[in-house]
């Protein structure tokens, strides 16, 4: 068993505290598990599935739907490229076959040393730098071959450690407010939005 | 309905009642709607769209899912425009475009809602032209359902049933967009006792049921409804064949009983009847073994066997016989007190409450008790007991149903109620005015108050632990009556007929007809005295179709008692009982006879015969008439109609009950007994849809029982005679030695799982596996640090003790042991049946 | 236009992007921050807050631009009720909330408390894109310097509100920019939009209690609307269409970037061509098409460049400002491609509930692809039309439609567009096997 490593599992706690209902946490403490790992093991899944009171079966279904959460491993560097739309127009698509060229690898694919993990991705919000790509979810943009080369050859070298975290880091900004709500207005609140939840269900019985 | 509301379908104006979805309404009112996802007993989901038509709204009329809204009044609705129809078969094309169309190959052919959809509503041909999508070929979920991805429609009935309905979410949709398949987490099967109803309700041939995989195409079948038997909820079914054998059982829905829903172990407990474990003939024993011979001859050995009896004044007594039809069990007991002359006739093996807890209360239906605000429950695991009944509960829990339990230790009923923390004996104490602890007092005393307060308030109620004897239940039932005179009670029965077994007399000290019986029992009353009898004297005992072996029964007792006995058994299985017994008559198993049976309600419904019977296997209404016939008895009736002629003459209960009445339409969920005047069992069944559970109306033949139409004049309403059952005092005994004699003790709850193995589960192939060893459930401080390996002794005050393996349990109360009984039933011999309770201590081996 | 030319259009939500750590809680008070908050909390009451937002008719900037006062006017009374701020900006080519979010998150953040006290909610979420983690970042330190100053936590400004504000990471989906897919979401589940009727945010939302989702530009509008005023705000714009608006301009233009502009006052042209703004046509190339309002919304021609960036005069004309993202393509572009390339994009982000979206997405990529390798044939025009009729029936807009949410009647946008004012093109690729492009 490996699930989280201590610092972890009080973040994940932490983290808990933060919603009314604990299943909100789940997507969190994913992007948590895979902070600790570079992707969601089963291990991990099976403790968050425990932290937040649901099957592991559950929470394998919702991290499947979500694009950021992998339950296989992917290199340290995941490398997506946008092509969508305004990239495409500014040769998003020339630059992804530059990058598979470069790699070696086709989109979804992890290059042998466990480094990259290219993707072909949608619209990453940075179009006013098109073509722009994101590695582990950091911005870079325009980028051109030469460019391009020169990022993969940076991480690579460990140049970019300080800009770039592993795969998997996603908030380096760990809350430091507490909930400011009472124990009791947090219970108050759980009772309140239990009665809702069952009155949405019954919303729906036939 | 007063408060119906009417709306306009096609430009008709209709009825409605008030919250109703417009598919429901429509159906209702002879407009059948397309659709996939919706289910008329699951919440709705509207996701697949089959079943858009157009609603009016504010900004006119707009397509809309008919199975997510419910009507409004003055809603105005079109079912057939050229819109709605292009939309319909749009939706079709879709469906069509990834899926892999190799309807020859499919179990689901001939009976595929996806196909008979897209033949009635779809397009004429696929325009598709492209690659679909791949997966690999059937994955098993579990060790009873395969999944094929390619033709999954995503329609989220499976994953619902199992989330929503079940409370089972170990299926789940995975990926996301057109990658969405269902899947489980790696390496956690779909272990849910209910996971057979998904492939029920597939409605494409995506779930497939190992023991139907590739048995029959549906245009093969025939089908029967009749009542399932594996347990004393008595399902509605349908039981089907092909070629002889029987090849499934799909649930029926009846909205008194299962709607629709079966558990894995009744829906897959036909592999028995199939199975090479079947007795096929009459065996006798001889010095090298059992060999066969024909039923003359095994006849005439039983009619020695009993004049023998008779005339060395050896007492003979008869045990089993509660999973027989109501026929079957009164045949056999007309055989034992008419024919034989002896009063030691004992259906109740499981150790089932007394005569006059049955005879003296009402009997709430499981309706009654659904539709309550407030449901009370203290027996044991109803999950484990009773599977549909929990199905009933979590939707009623949906529904805002309000579920209480009264239990000492966290059942699957838990999970959707309130527990208070008590056992039963505490709970007895409790009522007949012993002080508890304020907080649970007063929980209690609220609870109480709240269903005082009911216009017809109900109590399930059942013996919490085999590890006791049920005279607590008795205690709890005569002082919740004299506290709430109207409670009426939902019994926790166990083996399927065990009901019926109580108004056909096989029960010791009465006759059917709820007479009491002066006949000769030597002092015994119930199952252990009878075989104490048997295991201190010579007697003859038949066996009638009980794995005594694999029982709630000590196991000493039972071998103390076959050794000491000469043994008939009358058996469908070979188990334990066969293998010792001097006479084995084969019997007939399910789906091969025709009869009645009575459920824990006192519901009494048909059981079709489907298939011949196996071999030489008979009857057990023939096998006693033949054995009275051979002692020179003419017992009469061999028609199992006709015995049922016989029963309604002979019981008041029974009186104005037809056979064909209860094979009709109207009454096909059957008649509840003692007829009450409000006549609760009368709730009307919903028209057979045959995408709701696909496979019924498909099916080409219709067996003899089962018919969805015709009307029966007869009204089984009641009269003063059998409105009421006869007055049967309450007078259980009060307090005896129900605490531990000195501290440190544990008290031992033993309780028995679905999947309690026994021949019937032997004889199944695909879940025989499911049976697991027995294990004892202990408190982490019950247990000392330095324990060792997996095993532990449990040892009684009077040195007995056994040997089983341990697990922790955080919920346990420190001073008790959850004994769940497995493979090994031999740990079971440290439960004294006759104690109020058994106390144990814990030691390391 | 003259007189207006010289009216000086104040930035509301982009002023401070530019300055130096912009994203600073000391860059935010020293230009005003929280001065709105404190006023809100200590000088007016949530009527007062939600009746100028109602006079400064801001529309919503998530997309389906829903008067924001209205919208919190609708909220259901309850014990109960939340906030969320719907930060998941994943329409294509829409990068204004990413900007505000990264520059401006303690604008974003007082925007959210103030509204959370007009509209009385116990608590507040900002979901945010899971792929803007340095967003994330700011917006966290952003919600920890806050409740440092007092403008979060127990008793705001000695003002007796008090108001726990989370930050709520996404995982990668479009859907969950759907404001039900996003509720859903939060609660910890696959990103399914909900049915409306009857889930209604305002009325059954995030766990089933009443809830406001409001947008990140919405919410950006609100401090100002506050400190000045909701007439000033309806006094900038034409007609409905009132305050400002930031574009998110992008593709073949010289500059692309986000620009807010006074609503109504400028076209299509002016913001693509003014050199303060796109600096016109990349290499000065003609305008072959332009989609007006993020990919779900239908395509323009050269014809509408002088329609006005008004939400009504957008929407008579057949299409919609949507996000706010506008795409311009240039006559070297290759139509088919482009269509073909939003169809994969809804493809690939259809959540799979409803059938028509999750099969059709696929199959009309699939017809979408074959026609632009040259694969296609005559006939596969009508059954591209007559699949995206199932979809979306009659092919109008707004769009009706056959699935749960709007996703599944934006497929067919582009993909109709583009065989409506291309069909020569779609064709020239179905009779000369290939590209005219070159691809
Ligand atoms: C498929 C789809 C995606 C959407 N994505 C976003 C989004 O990324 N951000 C957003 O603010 N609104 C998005 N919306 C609109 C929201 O559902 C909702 O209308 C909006 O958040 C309300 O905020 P507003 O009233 O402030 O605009 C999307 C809608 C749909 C149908
Ligand atoms: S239209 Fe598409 S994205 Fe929207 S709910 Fe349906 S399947 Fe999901
Ligand atoms: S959407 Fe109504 S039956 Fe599926």
């Known amino acids: 068993m490996s699930g989280f490593n201590p610092e972890m599992r009080t973040r994940a706690e932490k983290i808990c505290s933060l919603y009314p209902q604990v299943r909100s946490a789940l997507i969190p403490l994913c992007h948590l598990a895979q902070e600790q790992a570079g992707y969601l093991s089963e291990d991990l899944m099976e403790e968050i599935a425990e932290m937040v009171g649901v099957t592991p079966a559950e929470v394998y279904g919702t991290a499947s739907f979500y694009d950021m959460l992998h339950t296989e491993p992917v290199g340290k560097y995941l490398v997506g490229v946008c092509t969508n739309i305004a990239c495409l127009l500014q040769g998003g698509e020339e630059l992804l076959e530059h990058a598979e060229a470069k790699l070696g690898v086709a989109p979804g694919g992890t290059t042998e040393d466990g480094m990259f993990t290219l993707e072909d991705m949608e619209c990453i919000a940075h179009c006013n730098k098109a073509p722009a790509l994101q590695v ?21 070298a460990g140049r970019l450690v300080g800009d770039v975290p592993s795969h998997g880091t996603l908030i380096r900004e760990e809350r430091s407010a507490p909930i400011a709500l009472s124990i009791d207005e947090v219970l108050a609140e759980r009772a309140l939005s239990d009665a809702a939840i069952a009155q949405r269900k019954a919303q729906v019985q036939s | 309905m007063a408060d119906e509301i009417t709306f306009i379908l096609d430009g008709k104006e209709l009825r409605a009642e008030p919250g109703e979805l417009i598919i429901a309404a429509a159906e209702r009112n002879g407009v059948y709607i397309p659709r996939f996802c919706y289910h008329p007993h699951m919440p709705s989901v509207g996701v697949c769209r089959m079943c858009l038509v157009e609603v009016k709204g504010p900004r006119g009329f707009a397509l809309s899912p008919s199975c997510y809204l419910p009507v409004t009044p003055g809603m105005e609705v079109v079912t057939d425009s050229p819109k709605v129809k292009k939309a319909q078969n749009g939706v079709l094309e879709f469906l069509l475009v990834n899926h892999p169309l190799d309807c020859p190959v499919c179990d689901k052919g001939g009976e595929c809602p996806l196909q008979d959809q897209v033949l009635s509503y779809g397009p004429g041909e696929s325009r598709f032209v492209e690659e679909k999508r791949h997966f690999e070929k059937p994955i098993a979920l579990s060790s009873l359902v395969y999944l094929d991805r390619e033709r999954c429609i995503q329609c989220d009935r499976c994953t619902r049933f199992a989330s929503e309905v079940a409370l089972d979410p ?90 629709s829903w079966l558990c894995d172990r009744g829906r897959f407990g036909y592999e028995s009847t199939n199975s090479d ?15 066969e011979v024909s039923w003359k001859e095994a006849l005439s050995k039983v009619a020695t066997l009993i004049h023998n009896a008779k005339k060395n004044a050896t007492p003979v007594a008869f045990i089993g016989g509660a999973k027989f039809s109501n026929e079957g069990i009164y045949s056999f007991v007309k055989l034992a007190r008419e024919a034989i002359g002896t009063g030691l006739i004992e259906a109740r093996v499981e150790g089932d409450v007394s005569p006059s807890l049955i005879f003296g209360t009402n009997s709430a239906t499981i309706n009654q008790v659904m539709d309550s605000p407030l449901i009370v429950v203290s027996s044991q695991d109803l999950k484990e007991a009773l599977p549909v009944l929990y199905l009933r509960l979590v939707e009623a829990k949906r529904a805002g149903a309000r579920i209480v339990e009264l239990s000492e230790i966290a059942t699957e009923i838990s999970k959707i109620s309130e527990r208070i923390s008590i056992s039963q004996l505490e709970l007895a104490q409790y009522l007949e005015g012993k002080e508890i602890d304020s907080s649970r007092s007063e929980q209690l005393s609220k609870v109480l108050d709240e269903l005082g307060k009911l216009e017809s308030p109900s109590f399930v109620l059942g013996r919490a632990s085999y590890g006791s004897n049920s005279n607590v239940v008795e205690r709890i039932s005569a002082s919740l009556l004299s506290k709430v005179p109207n409670m009426s009670f939902l019994h926790v029965m166990g083996s399927a007929n065990v009901r019926g077994a109580y108004e056909m007399g096989a029960v010791t000290g009465y006759s059917y007809g709820r007479v009491e019986s002066d006949l000769p029992t030597h002092g015994a009353n119930g199952v252990i005295d009878i075989l104490e009898l048997a295991a201190s004297r010579e007697i003859l005992l038949f066996v009638l179709d009980e794995d005594l072996g694999s029982s709630t029964l000590p196991s000493d007792l039972v071998n103390r008692a076959f050794e000491m006995s000469t043994v008939v058994a009358v058996a469908s299985l070979t188990s334990q009982v066969t293998n010792v017994a001097d006479v084995v008559l084969p019997v007939v198993a399910s789906g091969e006879y025709d009869g009645t049976t009575t459920n824990i309600e006192g519901r009494v419904t048909r059981i079709s015969a489907r298939i011949t019977p196996k071999g030489l296997s008979q009857e057990p209404s023939v096998i006693a008439n033949e054995i009275a016939r051979e002692i020179g008895v003419d017992l009469g009736k061999y028609e199992s109609s006709e015995i049922f002629q016989d029963i309604v003459a002979n019981c008041l209960t029974f009186s104005n009950l037809t056979y064909n009445m209860l094979s009709s339409g109207r009454f096909a969920d059957g008649v509840v007994v003692p007829l009450s005047s409000t006549e609760v069992s009368l709730k009307k069944r919903r028209k057979l849809d045959p995408v709701a559970t696909p496979g019924l109306l498909s099916t080409e033949k219709v067996g003899p029982a089962i018919t969805y139409i015709a009307e029966e004049d007869a009204k089984p309403f009641a009269t003063e005679q059998n409105r009421r059952p006869s007055a049967v005092s309450l007078s259980p005994s009060v307090d005896v030695d129900i605490n531990p004699s000195r501290p440190g003790l544990k008290r031992l709850v033993v309780e028995k799982p679905l999947y309690a193995p026994n021949s019937q589960l032997d004889a199944s192939d695909a879940m025989k596996e499911l049976a697991s060893e027995a294990v004892a459930f202990v408190s982490p401080s019950a ?24 697990a922790i349990d955080d919920s346990l109360r420190e001073d008790v042991v959850k004994l769940r009984i497995g493979v090994n039933y031999d740990v079971l011999n440290i439960v004294d049946p006759l104690a109020n309770a058994t106390f144990v201590t814990l030691g390391d081996k | 236009m003259d007189e207006n030319a010289e009216r000086i259009v104040p ?119 899971g792929e803007f983690a340095l967003g994330l970042e700011r917006v966290q330190r952003a919600i920890d310097e806050a409740y440092t100053y007092g403008a979060l936590g127990r008793n705001i400004f000695g003002s007796g509100f008090s108001l726990d504000l989370v930050v709520h990471p996404g995982a990668g989906a ?15 589940k696959r990103g399914y939009p909900r049915i409306k009727p009857p889930f209604f945010p305002a009325v059954i939302g995030l766990y089933g209690a009443p809830t406001i989702v409001n947008n990140v530009e919405s919410m950006s509008n609100i401090p100002w609307i506050v400190n000045n005023g909701g007439a000033a705000f309806a006094s900038l714009g034409i007609g409905r269409s009132t305050g400002t608006r930031i574009f998110a301009l992008a593709g073949h233009v010289n500059r692309p970037g986000n620009y807010e502009v006074e609503m109504a006052k400028l076209t299509f042209r002016d913001l693509v061509y003014k050199p303060e703004y796109g600096g016109g046509m990349r290499m000065g190339r003609g305008v072959k098409a332009f989609i007006p309002g993020g990919v779900s919304a239908p395509w323009f021609g050269p014809d509408q460049l002088d329609l006005p960036l008004a939400q009504d005069d957008v929407a008579k004309a057949g299409s919609m400002l949507g996000s706010g993202s506008i795409v311009m393509m240039d006559d070297h572009t290759c139509m088919v491609r482009a269509a073909w390339r939003i169809t994969k994009f809804f493809n690939r982000e259809s959540c799979g509930q409803c059938t028509p979206c999750r099969e059709g997405s696929g199959w009309i990529e699939k017809m979408m692809r074959r026609i632009e390798t040259g694969a296609g044939r005559e006939s596969d025009l009508d059954m591209l039309l007559d699949a995206c009729d199932n979809i979306a029936p009659g092919l109008s807009w707004p769009p009706a439609q056959t699935t749960i949410c709007v996703l599944g009647p934006s497929i067919p946008s582009s993909v109709v567009a583009g065989i409506r004012m291309f069909r020569d093109e779609f064709l020239i690729h179905i009779k000369e096997g290939g590209c005219p492009y070159g691809r």
């Open chain 2, 783 to 806: 247990i000392d640090s330095n324990f060792e390996g997996s095993s532990i002794i449990l040892t009684r005050d009077d040195g007995k003790r056994v040997e089983v393996g341990y």
């Open chain 3, 174 to 188: 479009y859907i969950c920019g759907e404001e039900t897919a996003l509720i859903e979401s939060l609660e910890g």
């Open chain 1, 136 to 156: 582990n979810y950091r911005f870079f943009g325009p980028v051109d071959e030469e460019s391009f080369d020169e990022l993969v050859d940076d991480l690579r």
């Open chain 2, 170 to 259: 170990l299926i789940e949709f995975v990926g996301r967009g057109d990658h969405t398949e269902v899947a489980t987490f790696p390496d956690h099967p779909f272990a849910s006792y209910f996971s057979g109803n998904t492939v029920q309700i597939c409605p494409v041939g995506a779930l497939t049921a190992k023991p139907y995989r590739f048995k029959a195409r549906p245009w093969d079948l025939d089908q029967s409804e009749s009542t399932c038997t594996a347990c004393s909820l008595g399902c509605r079914i349908s039981v089907q064949s092909s070629r002889g054998e029987i090849t499934r059982y799909l649930g029926v829905d009846s909205e008194a009983v299962n709607h």
């Open chain 3, 11 to 129: 930035k509301i939500v982009t002023s401070r992007i530019g300055l130096d750590g912009s994203h600073t809680l000391e860059t935010y008070l020293a230009t005003g921050g929280y001065s709105a908050l404190r006023k809100a909390l200590t000088s007016m009451t949530p009527e007062e807050i939600q009746a100028e937002v109602m006079t400064s008719n801001l529309l919503g900037r998530g997309g389906a631009g829903f008067e924001v006062g209205r919208k919190w006017s609708m909220l259901k009374n309850s014990p109960l009720r939340y906030l969320v701020v719907n930060g998941d900006e994943s329409e294509p080519a829409t990068f204004k909330d990413h900007m505000l979010i990264e520059g401006d998150p303690h604008q974003l953040v007082e925007g959210t408390i103030i509204t959370a006290y007009a509209v009385g909610a116990a608590r507040a979420f900002i979901y945010i894109r």
């Open chain 2, 277 to 291: 474990h079947r007795i096929v003939k009459p065996l006798l024993q001889g010095r090298d073994g059992a060999f």
